[in-house]
């Protein structure tokens, strides 16, 4: 009767199952966004779909007033299955575990007392999975712990919440810890007594796995206790810089005491000046002289440009005098300014005008002399911007050489 | 002695060294036997090396306070107390451009362009950093954001602050003296009994 009636339920089981587990994957997206939004956003199911849903224990309400939610249950699943370390839940409950491995054992030992092979079988079976799933919560529980540290708690963004997180991981893993110090191996030992298949799994499988659970967790336990040292180191640096930073700012003038001049100068003070030692070639060492050989050798060599001794006339070596070469420099910039009021006004300027207009003391006939000098000397691009129209008179009626008056200057358009 | 003659040459420059200016030169200073060779060596030079607090720093000082290695530590000690309040408010500009959720540390990189973009489209950003291009630490003369930030970066990294890897890229990395910085802040607090808190819990009291 016993294996035909645990046949039916489970088959039935089966059937339920597979179609609950269908409608997960039927409402995926759906679903997801759900879980992201933390209640469900009822118009995108038909009326059919929600009920199944609600009836599959996927979507509750969790109060009249609420939208449909996630169960928890399915929320913890996703979290678990995408390692979303916001909402992962550690499950460091051990007693309860113990307690049905315990349970399991004696109806196993039950059962094959009575000679229900069947049942036994099924009993070991379910024993099996009790101790893998104790396995389990602890290897979740340490993936989940180093995926944090890992991440250096990325998943929340303050320094504050930081910590307040690594706290709050310190306190799971010590709840870890004290479960697996509920483990009492003499009593596994006992319950397994005189059976090689409880032995296996409760003993050798069980033992080897906790002990690796246990020095994972001891490993995470002083990481976590290290990072949470930088992390209060960081948050106190970042407050003392903001607090030294205000208390300069309202006190502009405050001058610390002259720890140079104490007795013993601190060490953090004690800062000494530059040295920057040279160095040369040391030309009485003959080891060195092929170096130094090389060197002068490598150095670039200067070729004399022989300038041809040409004759010519030097007008600024006449001056010698500073007045007169003062004079001369003044003259110049005077008539430089003549130039520059032609290409402001635009139009043409007499020479003697501007004198007059000027003030300019200059004798008339030196002043167009240095006139007609600077405008032979400008370079021939320049020279083509201005036009120079000469007011030239005979001499005499009967000596025909043509005498200058005046010079007009005026800007030519390019 | 010779192995170590570059290292000495930065030493005796004035160089800070670092786990991130030199970490081969950090690693032997902080053996005990390459110490006391250095400061063997050092001894007719009047200087010796020192190191900040948690030893993550080294530099040279006087071995011999005499008058003039005095003087020259009192100049140098009005210029880093000058430097503070900009250097501090570095830091804090910074922190709040990048979006971080903690202070500079050490081996921290800063891009100058993310920096000049962050504080681009932000007054009140803008605004601050202009201020502090102008203090006479950094001394900018610019009005143009991108030369101001540029001449803050060059002066820290004049400073010893910051070390850029590449001539041609403007990446930073935070060196070691940050920790100097914050150790000469904690120590004068201490000494001077400033109302300067760096403990949360006591903030939160007051």
């Known amino acids: 009767m016993a294996p035909l009636d645990s046949a039916n339920t489970s088959s039935n089981l089966f059937s339920i199952g597979a179609e609950r587990l269908a409608l997960l994957g039927k409402h995926h997206k759906q679903l997801m966004q759900g879980y992201l939004d933390g209640f469900i956003d009822e118009s995108a199911f038909s009326e059919g779909a929600l009920k199944k849903l609600i009836a599959a224990r996927i979507l509750w309400r969790p109060d009249e007033q609420q939208p449909l939610a996630l169960r928890p249950l399915v929320s913890e699943l996703i979290a678990s299955m995408v390692a979303d370390e916001n909402r992962r839940q550690i499950n460091a409950d051990v007693a309860e575990k113990l307690e049905q491995i315990r349970n399991r054992v004696q109806a196993y030992r039950d059962a094959q007392y009575k000679g229900d092979y069947s049942v036994a079988e099924l009993q070991l079976q379910r024993l099996t999975e009790h101790v893998h799933d104790l396995s389990g919560q602890f290897e979740e529980a340490i993936d989940s712990l180093w995926h944090r540290l890992n991440s250096d708690f990325g998943f929340v963004s303050s320094l504050d919440d930081k910590i307040r997180e690594n706290e709050r991981a310190q306190k799971q893993l010590r709840r870890l810890l004290d479960g697996l110090d509920l483990l009492d191996f003499t009593e596994l030992i ?58 300069l700012r309202q006190h502009p003038k405050y001058q610390p005491a002259d720890y140079p001049n104490r007795s013993e100068v601190p060490t953090l003070f004690n800062q000494a000046a530059s040295i920057k030692p040279h160095a040369a070639i040391a030309l009485d060492n003959a080891s060195e002289r092929q170096t130094l050989a090389e060197l002068v050798r490598a150095l670039p060599r200067h070729t004399p440009v022989t300038l041809l001794d040409t004759q010519s006339a030097n007008f600024s070596a006449l001056l010698q005098d500073e007045e007169i070469a003062a004079r001369q420099q003044a003259l110049k910039t005077d008539v430089e300014n003549f130039y520059l009021r032609v ?6 300027l007499s020479a003697l005008s501007y004198l007059e207009q ?10 167009l002399y240095q006139i007609i000098a600077e405008y032979q000397a400008l370079p021939v691009d320049e020279k083509a911007m201005f036009a120079m129209l000469r007011e030239e008179a005979p001499a005499s009626d009967f000596n025909s050489l043509l005498l200058i008056r005046d010079i007009s200057i005026s800007l030519q358009a390019a | 002695m010779l192995q170590h003659g570059p290292l000495l040459e930065r030493l005796l420059a004035g160089d800070f060294i670092c786990k991130i200016t030199d970490e081969d030169a950090y690693r032997h200073l902080s053996l005990e036997q390459t110490q006391q060779d250095i400061n063997h060596y050092l001894r007719p030079l009047n200087r010796r090396l020192v190191s900040n607090d948690d ?87 610019s009005e143009q954001l991108d030369s101001q930030v540029k001449q803050i970066f060059r002066r820290l990294k004049e400073h010893g602050y910051l070390l850029q890897p590449h001539a041609e890229r403007q990446y930073y990395i935070v060196t070691g003296k940050i920790d100097y910085l914050i150790d000469v802040i904690r120590f004068i607090r201490d000494e001077e009994h400033l109302p300067v808190e760096d403990t949360p819990t006591q903030e939160a009291l007051l």
């Open chain 2, 55 to 141: 030893h993550s720093v080294y530099f040279l000082g006087y071995h011999e306070l005499n008058k003039d290695a005095r003087e020259q530590l009192s100049s140098q000690f009005a210029l880093t107390v000058q430097s503070l309040l900009p250097l501090l408010e570095w830091l804090q500009l910074v922190q709040e451009t990048m979006g971080r959720d903690s202070a500079l540390t050490a081996g921290d990189t800063i891009k100058l362009q993310e920096f000049v973009l962050r504080t681009e489209d932000n007054q009140s950003l803008r605004q601050r950093l202009s201020q502090l291009a102008s203090d006479r630490f950094f001394n900018s003369q």
């Open chain 1, 190 to 247: 006992e319950l397994s007594e005189g059976n090689n298949h409880l032995r296996k799994l409760l003993v050798s499988q069980l033992q080897s796995q906790l002990s690796s659970h246990h020095s994972s967790l001891l490993e995470v336990q002083k990481r976590l206790v290290e990072l949470l040292a930088k992390f209060r180191q960081q948050q106190s640096r970042s407050l003392l810089i903001a607090n030294m930073a205000a208390f």
């Open chain 1, 358 to 367: 000027q003030a300019l003391t200059w004798d008339s006939e030196i002043w």
């Open chain 1, 343 to 348: 290409i402001d006004q635009g139009g043409k």
